[in-house]
Every structure is written in structure tokens, then in C-alpha cells.
């Protein structure tokens, strides 16, 4: 399977505590994006990297969030001390960028987040 | 800011009928618009999209028209099947933004009854 893989798909955790997320990208693609979709909404942006570079954060990505793409392959997104508000479901989506023209961002099944 | 605006589901048909799911959007400049779908337990997949005014998106008998005069881009298709019950959400690219990231509206859930 070569699409966009996430992991977990689940994930229950309790009020305060720090969850990770990994996404792993198709493999020739240079863009990687984040979104949070919540129940009834569509995704919104959080924020994207072209390689290893983190270029735009949403202003939802609070200083709680933190996400990295060390070799510009996969990247993990991180919440730190973990709220109710924070449940949602949270996408990976992947893209290449060629002369600046748009090519379509494929996304991953998710990661459910629910916080108790 | 750039928004996107779809009619609120869900809109269940029955088979062999024409659909019809509005969007309209706001944004500055020349956006690029999408239609993405998300069929139960799995991710979103491109259905179409069109990236300048008049341009006519089509996939799997799904169309939808650019029209920048009534900033619209409603999803038509001439008649549904059971298997094209699934969320439907309309998105937007801002033009010549460096990042190409995707504003979406609030899905429209579509259910096919045979």
C-alpha cells in the first residue's frame, strides 16, 4: 500500500496527559500537512512542512501542539497536557509541489483523538 | 478570510435520482475549488476539482462548474447509486498561496436509499 498511513488510528487518553501521532507520507511526496476535523465540521489547517521545514502554523496550533519532520519523511504531531476540546479526529494529508502549480493532497484514514 | 459555505445535510435520495449539493465560497483573488468525499471508514479522496472561472470539474458522473459570478460550485450528478452515500465537503485553495492548503466547508452527508 503506498498511500498515507497514520498511527494510531485510536487513541483514548485521559485529561493532562501527552499523546504523539506519527504520519507516514506517500514516498516521493516533499509536502506534509496537518488537519483537525471535529464532529459535524470539516478539517481545518493546523499546519504544513515542504521537506523538514515547518513553513505555516495555524493560530489553532497552540504552544500545547508541537510537530516535526526531522528527515523529511514522516512526522509526528504532539499535544502536550491533553484538554476535552482537544478531541477530534486529526488528518495527514500529503502532496508534491512541482513549478509552483497545485497537485492534490492525498489524505490518511486519521488518528481519533478522545481526551476523557 | 478565505471561507467555504455548503448546504447542511443530510440529503437522503433514492436511487437513480438527481443530486444537487450547494457551495459557495469567499475568498480573494482566484481560488482553485474541490470536491472531496469521504465514504464511511475511510479518508478523504479528491473527487474533482476546477482551477480557474467557468472550468468544469467531472469524475465518476459528479460535476461541478467554477462560476465566479455567484462565487459557486455546486456538485451535481444526473443519477445516484447506494454506493455514492458518503460525506461530501467542497474546499478551496487561496490562488498563488505558497502553502496550497485546503479551506473546507461542513460536509454534506448524502444518503442513498435503494
Known amino acids: 500500500d503506498t498511500g498515507v498511513s497514520q498511527d494510531p488510528r485510536h487513541k483514548i487518553t485521559k485529561r493532562g496527559q501527552n499523546v504523539t501521532f506519527r504520519c507516514d507520507p506517500i514516498s516521493e511526496h516533499n509536502r506534509l500537512y496537518w488537519y483537525r476535523q471535529t464532529l459535524g465540521q470539516g478539517p481545518e489547517f493546523l499546519t504544513y512542512f515542504q521537506n523538514e521545514a515547518q513553513l505555516e502554523k495555524s493560530r489553532l496550533l497552540s504552544d500545547r501542539f508541537s510537530a516535526e519532520r526531522p528527515k523529511g519523511s514522516f512526522s509526528t504531531l504532539e499535544i502536550q497536557r491533553t484538554e476535552q476540546g482537544d478531541s477530534a479526529m486529526y488528518l495527514c494529508?500529503?502532496?508534491?509541489?512541482?513549478?509552483?502549480?497545485?497537485?492534490?493532497?492525498?489524505f490518511g484514514p486519521g488518528t481519533r483523538l478522545t481526551v476523557l | 478570510g478565505n471561507s467555504v459555505t455548503q448546504m447542511e445535510g443530510p440529503v437522503t435520495l433514492s436511487e437513480e435520482a438527481f443530486l444537487t449539493i450547494n457551495c459557495t465560497y469567499t475568498a480573494t483573488g482566484y481560488p482553485s475549488l474541490f470536491w472531496y468525499v469521504q465514504y464511511p471508514g475511510e479518508g478523504l479522496q479528491l473527487l474533482l476539482k476546477?482551477?480557474?472561472?467557468?472550468d468544469k470539474g467531472s469524475n465518476k458522473g459528479f460535476e461541478a462548474t467554477y462560476r465566479k459570478e455567484t462565487t459557486s460550485f455546486h456538485l451535481e450528478k444526473g443519477s445516484v447509486q447506494v454506493s455514492d452515500s458518503a460525506v461530501y465537503f467542497c474546499a478551496l485553495s487561496e490562488y498563488g498561496g505558497a502553502t496550497n492548503k485546503l479551506i473546507f466547508g461542513t460536509g454534506t452527508l448524502l444518503a442513498v436509499q435503494p
Open positions: 476546477a482551477t480557474k472561472a467557468d
Open positions: 494529508a500529503s502532496s508534491s509541489v512541482s513549478g509552483g502549480s497545485y497537485n492534490e493532497q492525498f
